[in-house]
């Protein structure tokens, strides 16, 4: 096993790098290095330049509009945009629903959907998450029903979602719903497409410890839906559902916004003053962000290793649960530390300085005004996508058997 790069792969990291130097806009990236809310308008910006590019589902087969990419140069394209201060791409359209209708979508979905997901036309959300069933998915409670009238075939949707992250700008939804109450938990689920203007359909934001409503609560009050919007087999779902759970999976670990954030890190702690010299020379503080470093690293040898098993032609197993977990913790390891760092400045709330144009003297380390935000926003890394205690349980089953 080869953990080195390619002159060619080189190569290819040399044509990311000139290509986000000469289009990723710097108002855009100063606004991520610097933890600032994006806009809609933002992240629509960036989808549309990747996408004349042809580099937007860098993942999709291309027959259906990727660039045709191994394991590798999505790992070096991810990681080269992330250093760069590139967006995160949104990932409900291009990383989880894509996927899930190249495998299991009719030709009719394939055509009418893929294309308004590369274009942007359609903003997606997720409906997985209910109250009660989160981590334990398949305790899903809102139902569809099936029925005909004079308008044709379509179900009747009644139930809530939660946690729905950017629901507010999205116009369309993919839920998992229960079609069959009979049947066990897993076995009665379907997978549909919801419009989310449809009538019945109700947004509410939540508002977050960092003083975000980046995420929601959605309700659905006899809402129908075309038979035509269901993907696959009705009842078949779960299985949809798990496959769409790997991409989601896939993008969490970020180990090019690992070291993004370790980069900040060094530059925070070395301009912070501690008994007259700067907290990255305070021993206790060195060693925690030696540490972190370190395991860092540990977690790149792992995440090379598993994309040189993808591109053998093998499948990741225990180890991409095992990248969710290490990668998610050193995340908030070094956003804590950043939090840490610059000490009591990071308490006052400054809501403004969380958006582009804050033009006022910083209270403190400029990185302060955001510090304390993303590290409270970022708890989540560890819980969405699968919690790290359900990581752990899928390693104990796939490794040691249990």
């Avoid at 032609?313 to 610059?342: D, F, H, N, Y």
């Amino acid at each position: 096993m080869d953990l080195n790069f390619t002159p060619e792969e080189e190569a290819f990291r040399a044509e990311v790098q000139a290509f986000l130097k000469a289009k990723l806009p710097a108002r855009i990236a100063n606004k991520v290095k610097a933890g600032q809310r994006l806009s809609k308008a933002d992240q629509d910006e960036w989808h549309a330049i990747l996408n004349e590019r042809g580099w937007l589902a860098n993942h999709w087969p291309e027959a259906y509009g990727g660039p045709g990419w191994g394991a590798v140069e999505k790992f070096i394209f991810d990681t080269e945009c992330a250093l760069a201060g590139g967006p995160r791409i949104v990932p409900f359209g291009v990383n989880m629903l894509g996927p899930v209708l190249i495998k299991f979508g009719n030709e009719a979905q394939k055509k009418y959907w893929l294309p308004r997901i590369l274009s942007g036309e359609d903003w997606w959300c997720q409906g997985y998450s209910e109250p009660g069933a989160g981590s334990d998915l398949a305790s899903v409670k809102t139902t569809a029903v099936r029925v005909t009238d004079e308008t044709g075939d379509h179900y009747i949707v009644n139930g809530q979602k939660t946690w729905t992250t950017q629901g507010q700008h999205a116009n369309m939804i993919f839920c998992l719903v229960r079609t069959d109450r009979e049947a066990k938990a897993q076995s009665g689920i379907s997978f549909l497409l919801v419009d989310m203007n449809s009538p019945g359909v109700e947004l509410r934001p939540i508002r977050t410890l960092d003083g975000d409503k980046e995420v929601n609560e959605v309700f659905f009050t006899d809402v129908k839906v075309p038979v035509e919007n269901l993907v696959g087999e009705e009842n078949k779902g779960w299985t949809y559902a798990k496959y769409l759970l790997t991409y989601e999976r896939t993008g969490i670990a970020g180990v090019g916004f690992c070291i993004a954030a370790l980069a900040k890190l060094k530059v925070v702690a070395a301009k912070v003053m501690k008994n007259g010299q700067p907290l990255d020379q305070d021993p206790l503080f060195a060693a925690r962000m030696a540490q972190v470093e370190i395991d860092l690293e540990n977690m790149k040898t792992t995440n090379l290793r598993v994309i040189a098993a993808v591109a053998g032609g093998g499948v990741p197993g225990a180890e991409s649960s095992m990248l969710k977990i290490r990668g998610t913790e050193i995340r908030q390891e070094i956003l804590s530390l950043i939090r840490r760092a610059v000490g009591p400045y990071a308490l006052p709330f400054i809501e403004e300085a969380q958006y582009e144009g804050y033009a006022d003297e910083p209270v403190g380390p400029k990185e302060a005004a955001t510090a304390a935000a993303n590290y409270f926003n970022y708890r989540k890394l560890s819980i969405f996508g699968g919690s790290n205690e359900i990581q752990k349980n899928i390693i104990s089953k796939m490794i040691l058997g249990l």
